[in-house]
């Protein structure tokens, strides 16, 4: 059963889903907000969002009906979102390891996928903010919207409609684990470029690698070939 729900306002989509899983058959079920107040983001960030000019979009999906792991299903999320804002701005888009999407060197998606049993079933709540129609930004925020980056400006409820068609197509469709692998290391934000990262209290060159199926990025120090995982690195940019 799919369905896609719409919210006047809401403090967050990830937390207003589980309202409208009601059914046994609940799959695949939408909830989307242009004015969400209290958006969460990765490792309890805060994702924000002004009024009328942005989304905010979950989908609920049951987590029995894919068979990989976690971590690469959070891959393939990004993927999806990314492959979604390529085809429609005609602009090359890409992945800030774990799952920021970044196009013209701005983030403009943040995801937030949870994992909660709710009625008895196991879902993954995945959660997105698109920043789409807002024009101004902190001066030093690495954030920015589509209008922004391409000068282009697109319906709100059209884009959300499109996107929600497009997500639940891929999600019924999961390729190999090796692809989806493939796939994300291909679009790596800063991949094989020479970098600033903060590890620990300390700055540093290095040079992204690739990521892994464990969920940690492997960046090449100028001593070493090390692995972390999210909040371990900062990459400086």
């Not at 107040?37 to 009906?65: D, E, I, M």
């Amino acid at each position: 059963m799919h369905q896609l729900f719409y919210l006047k306002e809401c403090s967050s989509t990830n937390d207003e889903v589980s309202k409208f899983l009601l059914y046994e058959n609940s799959d695949f079920i939408g909830v989307h907000t242009f004015n969400q107040t209290q958006g969460r983001g990765q490792y309890g960030n805060t994702w924000t969002s002004t009024a009328g000019q942005n989304l905010a979009y979950t989908l609920a999906v049951k987590a029995k009906n894919f068979l990989i792991s976690d971590f690469l299903f959070n891959y393939y999320t990004a993927i999806v979102i990314r492959d979604y804002l390529a085809n429609l701005t005609e602009n090359t888009v890409f992945i800030k390891w774990p799952n920021d999407i970044i196009l013209n060197r701005k983030k403009i998606v943040g995801i937030l996928i949870e994992k909660r049993k709710i009625h008895q079933e196991q879902y993954f709540i995945i959660g997105a903010g698109f920043n789409i129609l807002q024009e101004k930004f902190d001066e030093i925020s690495n954030a920015g919207s589509l209008l922004t980056q391409t000068g282009k400006r697109f319906d709100l409820e059209e884009f959300t409609e499109n996107l929600n068609a497009f997500f639940i197509e891929k999600l019924k469709n999961i390729p190999s684990e090796q692809e989806i692998m493939d796939r994300f290391n291909s679009h790596l934000f800063r991949k094989n470029e020479i970098s600033v990262f903060e590890i620990g209290k300390e700055r540093q060159n290095g040079i992204i690698r690739y990521a892994d199926e464990k969920g940690e990025i492997w960046i090449e120090l100028e001593n070493e070939m090390r692995s972390f995982y999210h909040k371990e690195v900062k990459l400086l940019y």
